[in-house]
Nanobody, 114 residues
Framework: QVQLVESGGGLVQAGESLRLSCAGSGSIFSRNTMAWYRQAPGKQREWVARISPGSIINYADSVKGRFTISTDNAKNTMYLQMNSLKPEDTAVYYC????????WGQGTQVTVSS
C-alpha cells in the first residue's frame, strides 16, 4: 500500500517561508495528479495546490502567487514552497492524490505567528 509522509512544517513568523515535502513510493507522482491539502482548527480540509503528471499546476486563490508546488520523480517526492506566510495559513498540511484518496497521513503542522 502506498504511504505518503509529509514533513517540513514548523513555527514561523508572518512573512517567512517554509518548504514542505511529501515522500511517496513507487512512481506515484509520475502517474497521478497529486495535491497538497490543509486543515485549520475547526475547519474542513481544503485543497491548496495540485500538479498533474504533465506538470499542469493549479492553486487555490488563497495561496496563488505565494505557494509553489513541484515534484521530483527521481526522488519520489513532492514539495510545497510557501513564501510570504500569513497567520491564516496556519494548519496541518497533507499530501494525497487529487482525484481519489489514499489513507491520510499524519500531516505536518504549519503555524504562522503574527
Amino acid at each position: 500500500q502506498v504511504q505518503l509522509v509529509e514533513s517540513g512544517g514548523g513555527l514561523v513568523q508572518a512573512g517567512e517561508s517554509l518548504r514542505l515535502s511529501c515522500a511517496g513510493s513507487g512512481s506515484i507522482f509520475s502517474r497521478n495528479t497529486m495535491a497538497w491539502y490543509r486543515q485549520a482548527p475547526g475547519k474542513q480540509r481544503e485543497w491548496v495546490a495540485r500538479i498533474s503528471p504533465g506538470s499542469i499546476i493549479n492553486y487555490a486563490d488563497s495561496v496563488k502567487g505565494r505557494f509553489t508546488i513541484s515534484t521530483d520523480n527521481a526522488k519520489n517526492t513532492m514539495y510545497l514552497q510557501m513564501n510570504s506566510l500569513k497567520p491564516e495559513d496556519t494548519a496541518v498540511y497533507y499530501c494525497n492524490l487529487f482525484y481519489s484518496k489514499f489513507p491520510w497521513g499524519q500531516g505536518t503542522q504549519v503555524t504562522v505567528s503574527s
